[in-house]
């Protein structure tokens, strides 16, 4: 398991508050809409694999966003 940082997410989110939102939304639509993590799952959990999708630059604010209208 790869161990993700405050600081590899930061590097693509502006501030913590954004993160933990970001993480959040995201982690939710991995765990009850059905979403596909764009990571291996590695045996993760749906928080783990969203802060390692936003730490390796694949999901950003605008797509959260956009995949919250559908």
Not at 16 to 43: C, D, S, W, Y
């Amino acid at each position: 398991m790869a161990r993700v940082t405050v600081e590899d997410c930061l590097d693509h989110v502006d501030n913590r508050f954004e993160l933990v939102m970001l993480a959040t939304k995201r982690a939710r639509q991995i765990a009850t809409k059905g979403h596909e993590p764009m990571v291996p799952e590695e045996n993760d959990k749906p928080t783990v694999l969203a802060l390692r999708e936003i730490a390796e630059g694949k999901v950003d604010r605008a797509l959260i966003q956009q995949e919250d209208e559908e």
